[in-house]
C-alpha cells in the first residue's frame, strides 16, 4: 500500500475485468456481518413472517435472474434461481424457525440459519455443494433484510462497490449505470464476481490485499463521501485519488474508449495480426441464449461451451432430448461453416450437481471430476455425447467435442470409447446422427502437458485450460482469494507449459486453442499467439479488444514478446514486457484503423 501526500492510497490488485473508472465509493457489506439493530421480535406466527419474506426473497430473486438472463448472462441467471429456491426451502426456514422459538429475533435467526447451513455445506456435507456456501448466506441476508422492511443500501449514483466480496444477486440488482466499477479484497479473475463484471462491461480489480482496511482508514481519516479510481486492465485501485490520478486515468479511460470505438468495425473481420497471420477468436459460452450475443460479437464460432451449466440449478440431469435441442439452439447460430465445440459436462471441482450423489472428497479440485466421472457413471457423457451427435445432424454440421481434465492415456482412450459406444448405439437405433464427431481434449493438468506429444497422436485438437492448468502447476485452489498470488497465468512457469503443448500438438500437425481466462485479456492473447497457439476463446466482450490488439503487431514482435516472456523470472515481469508491446499494438491499431 503507498499513500501520497495527497492521502491518495494506491492498491494493487489483478486485473479482472477490463476499463477504467473514477467514481464515488460504495462499501457493500454483507447483511449478515453488519451489527443487527434493534431486535425484531415476531408480531405474530414466525414460521408465517419468514415464509412470507422467503417467498418475495424468492421473488425478487426470479426477477433479477430474469435481468441477467437478458442480459446474456444465462449462468449467473442460474444461480439467482437456484437462490429462488433456497430462499423458500423448508429445511432452512424452519431451522430459523426452531431459532425464534430459542429466544432469537427473527431477522438473526434467519441470518444465523443461512449462516449454519452455509458453513455445514462447506464443511462437512457434499464438498463438491461448497461453492453454494455463499449463496446460501446471501439469501439469508436477502429475507433478513425483507423482515426488517430495509432495502440493500444500493448507490444513487454511478459508483465503484468496494467489498469484500460482491455476490452476483447483488450485481444484478444495482440499477443500470450506478454500478462503474467493482474493487474486492477477495475474489479471483476467474471467480463469478469477475466473469460477470466482464459480461456486464464493468470495470474490476479482485483480491485487493488490505483493501477494506484502507478504506476502514479513510473513512476514519477523512469521512464520506470519497471517490475511488481503479483501473480493471492494469490492476490498480486508488483510494481519495489527487487530480494527478484522475488525469493519468482519464487519459487512459479516453483511450480505451477510442480504441473500442475503434475496434468496432474491425469486428466482421476474423483475427489477424498486424502482417496477416489468422488468429481464429472464438467465444466462450456456458448456455445456448449466449450464442446470438457471441455471434453478434464477432466470434468466429464457440471455443468452448461449456456444458456443465446444462446440468446446474436443477433438480435431475437434462434428458437426451432437452440437450438435444440446447447443443442444436448453439449449432444453428453458427452453422455448418464456424466450429463449434461442445465440452463435455466439466462436473466436480467447485461445479456443485447435488442429484449426482458424488461422495464427500477431501479435496475435490483433485477428486472424481469431469472425464473421471464417467468410470462412476458412464451414462451421463453417453447421453450428452448421443445428444450431441443428433444435434449435429439436425442441423446439419459436424461437431466437435472436447474432453476436460484429461490427465492419462487411459482418460483419453475412455473418452473415444465412449464417444464410439454412443455413436453405434444411435446407428443400431436408427436415429439419426452426425458421421463423425471431431474429438479434441483440454490440456489442463500437469500430467496432460509431459504426455502431450502421445496425447497428439490419439486426437483432432487440444484446448489448454489455463485457469486450471495454473492452479493445478501452482498447487494454489483457483477460488481461494489467499492464493490469488499464485493465480497469474502469465507466470513463465505457465508459459513454458504452453510452449511444449503448442510444440507437442504442432508436431501431429493438430490445432491448439486457449479458452481458459487469459485468451480474453489482450496483453495475455499477445502472449498466446507468440507462443504459437492457434486459436483464442474467450467471453464474448473481450473479443473486440483481443482482435484489435492482434491487428497492431506483427508475427516478429510477437516471437520477440514470447521469448523474453519465457526467460523471465516472474509473473509481473512478463505483465509489464507484455502491457507495454499490448499498448504500442493498440496504439498502432487505432492510427491504421482511424477513419480516413
Ligand atoms: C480452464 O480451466 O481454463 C477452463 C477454460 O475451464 P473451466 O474454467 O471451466 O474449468
Ligand atoms: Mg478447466
Request: aromatic share 4%; hydrophobic share 50%.
Amino acid at each position: 500500500m503507498v499513500s501520497d501526500a495527497r492521502q491518495s492510497t494506491r492498491l494493487s490488485g489483478l486485473p479482472a475485468a477490463p476499463g477504467v473508472a473514477v467514481a464515488p465509493a460504495w462499501r457493500y457489506v454483507d447483511d449478515a456481518a453488519r451489527p443487527h439493530g434493534p431486535s425484531m421480535e415476531p408480531s405474530g406466527d414466525p414460521r408465517t413472517a419468514l415464509e412470507e419474506s422467503g417467498r418475495e426473497a424468492a421473488r425478487q430473486l426470479d426477477v433479477l435472474a430474469e435481468r441477467l438472463r437478458e442480459a446474456g448472462r444465462a449462468d449467473e441467471a442460474e444461480i439467482l434461481g437456484a437462490q429462488a429456491l433456497m430462499a423458500t426451502d423448508q429445511t432452512l426456514i424452519g431451522a430459523a424457525v426452531d431459532r425464534v422459538r430459542a429466544g432469537q429475533d427473527l431477522r438473526a435467526a434467519i441470518v444465523a440459519a443461512a449462516a449454519a447451513s452455509a458453513e455445514t455445506i462447506a464443511a462437512v456435507d457434499d464438498p463438491l455443494l461448497a461453492a453454494r456456501a455463499a449463496d446460501v448466506r446471501d439469501v439469508g441476508a436477502r429475507i433478513a433484510r425483507i423482515l426488517s422492511g430495509s432495502a440493500l443500501d444500493l448507490p444513487t449514483v454511478p459508483s465503484i462497490a468496494v467489498a469484500s466480496d460482491l455476490p452476483p444477486s447483488v450485481t444484478a440488482e444495482v440499477p443500470k449505470g450506478r454500478l462503474v466499477g467493482i474493487a474486492l479484497e477477495g475474489g479471483s479473475p476467474t471467480a463469478h464476481a469477475a466473469i460477470l463484471a466482464r459480461g456486464l462491461g464493468i470495470p474490476a480489480v479482485v483480491g485487493v490485499a488490505g483493501l477494506i482496511g484502507a478504506l476502514e482508514h479513510e473513512l476514519a481519516a477523512g469521512g464520506a463521501p470519497f471517490e475511488v479510481a481503479l483501473d480493471g486492465d492494469r490492476g490498480e485501485v486508488v483510494l481519495r485519488p489527487g487530480a494527478d490520478v484522475r488525469v493519468e486515468l482519464a487519459t487512459r479511460a479516453a483511450a480505451a474508449l477510442l480504441r473500442r470505438n475503434r475496434a468496432a468495425p474491425l469486428r466482421g473481420r476474423p483475427g489477424a495480426t498486424a502482417d496477416g497471420e489468422p488468429v481464429a477468436l472464438l467465444a466462450n459460452i456456458g448456455t445456448p441464449d449466449e450464442a446470438d450475443r457471441a455471434l453478434a460479437s464477432g466470434a468466429e464460432g464457440v471455443g468452448l461451451f461449456r456444458t456443465e451449466f446444462l446440468f446446474m440449478g436443477r433438480h435431475a440431469a437434462p434428458s437426451e432430448e432437452a440437450q438435444v435441442e440446447a447443443y442444436r439452439a448453439v449449432f444453428e447460430v453458427f452453422g455448418s461453416e464456424r466450429q463449434v465445440v461442445v465440452r463435455l459436462a466439466d462436473i466436480g471441482g467447485d461445479k456443485a450437481i447435488p442429484y449426482l450423489d458424488l461422495p464427500a472428497e477431501a479435496n475435490p479440485f483433485l477428486g472424481v471430476r469431469a472425464i473421471r466421472i464417467a468410470r462412476r457413471s458412464p451414462e451421463l457423457l453417453l447421453t450428452q455425447l448421443r445428444a450431441i451427435s443428433r444435434a449435429g445432424a439436425l442441423a446439419g454440421v459436424q461437431p466437435h467435442v472436447m474432453a476436460p481434465m484429461i490427465a492419462t492415456h487411459e482418460d483419453v482412450a475412455l473418452f473415444l470409447a465412449l464417444r464410439d459406444e454412443a455413436q453405434a448405439s444411435l446407428a443400431a437405433e436408427s436415429l439419426p446422427h452426425a458421421p463423425r464427431l471431431v474429438c479434441g481434449i483440454m490440456i489442463e493438468v500437469p500430467s496432460a502437458v509431459f504426455l502431450a506429444r502421445e496425447l497428439a497422436r490419439e486426437v483432432e485438437f487440444f484446448s489448454i485450460g489455463t485457469n486450471d492448468l495454473t492452479q493445478y502447476l501452482f498447487a494454489a485452489d483457483r477460488t481461494n482469494p489467499e492464493l490469488t498470488r499464485y493465480h497469474d497465468a502469465l507466470h513463465p512457469a505457465v508459459l513454458r507449459a504452453i510452449a511444449e503443448i503448442v510444440a507437442a500438438a504442432h508436431a501431429s500437425a493438430i490445432p491448439v486453442a486457449v479458452c481458459g481466462e487469459l485468451a480474453g485479456d489482450p496483453a495475455g492473447a499477445l502472449v498466446l499467439v507468440g507462443l504459437g497457439v492457434d486459436e483464442l476463446s474467450a467471453d464474448a466482450g473481450s473479443l473486440d479488444d483481443v482482435r484489435f490488439a492482434l491487428a497492431g503487431v506483427t508475427r516478429s514482435e510477437l516471437d520477440e514478446l514470447a521469448r523474453s516472456g519465457l526467460a523471465a523470472g516472474d509473473a509481473a515481469t512478463v505483465r509489464r514486457l507484455a502491457g507495454e508491446v499490448c499498448e504500442r499494438a493498440l496504439a498502432r491499431a487505432a492510427v491504421t484503423e482511424a477513419p480516413g
